[in-house]
């Protein structure tokens, strides 16, 4: 369908798609935890707009560091990392975490529990990332890194959704002075 159309009259194929499976929360079946965060909805555009393609709408751009007012300029606005991708390769890791010197404290968390199969032991990890991620806060600490780099067949990783947003949950109540419990 997709190239008789490309390649018969050089036209672009159209077409859609649908998604008739249930949601990771109705289903009976076992569910990846990144299915539970799925958006059941579709966005076409054609041509695709991707940011190889079309660099001038898209960007896949992120930057680290303290938010500002966006309304206003300021030269703190200027004191924050661009990172032009979402991957980042070994190297660019390693220079971000060698810029103390302009101001950038990074600690590394690692994200793994006991692989064996006692209950209780991913919630125990979870409890032991957030408090350590709480401690690199307290130690003036300003990037987080959370790596599942020492995982083997003793400790198993936590999924990186899992990890990331129980800190950033455990971190943000803190903040607000909400007590915490996984349970």
């Known amino acids: 369908m997709v190239l008789a159309s490309m390649g018969g009259n050089g036209q672009?194929?159209?077409?859609?798609?649908?998604?008739?499976?249930?949601?990771?929360?109705?289903?009976?079946?076992?569910?990846?935890?990144?299915?539970?965060?799925?958006?059941?909805?579709a966005q076409v555009s054609n041509p695709p707009i991707d940011p190889i393609r079309e660099r001038l709408v898209m960007s896949l751009f992120t930057r680290i560091g303290e938010g500002y007012n966006i309304l206003e300029e300021s030269p703190q606005h200027t004191?924050?990392?661009?990172?032009?991708?979402?991957?980042?390769?070994?190297e660019s890791l390693e220079k971000i975490q060698n810029m103390e010197?302009?101001?950038?404290?990074?600690?590394?968390?690692?994200?793994?529990?006991?692989?064996?199969?006692?209950?209780?032991?991913?919630?125990?990890?979870?409890?032991?990332?957030?408090?350590?991620?709480?401690?690199?806060?307290?130690?003036?600490?300003?990037?987080?890194?959370?790596?599942?780099r020492n995982s083997d067949e003793d400790w198993a990783p936590i999924p990186s959704l899992l990890a990331i947003g129980a800190v950033h949950h455990h971190l943000v109540k803190r903040k607000s002075g909400q007590r915490l419990d996984w349970s």
Request: net charge positive; aromatic share 6%.
């Open 12 to 41: 672009e194929a159209l077409g859609s798609m649908g998604a008739d499976t249930p949601l990771a929360v109705l289903s009976k079946q076992s569910q990846h935890i990144a299915n539970y965060f799925k958006q059941l909805f």
């Open 79 to 90: 004191r924050q990392i661009h990172i032009s991708q979402p991957v980042l390769l070994n």
């Open 101 to 148: 010197s302009q101001g950038y404290r990074s600690e590394k968390l690692f994200a793994h529990f006991k692989a064996d199969h006692q209950p209780g032991r991913l919630l125990e990890a979870l409890d032991s990332l957030c408090k350590a991620a709480e401690e690199a806060i307290a130690a003036k600490k300003n990037i987080l890194i959370i790596s599942d």
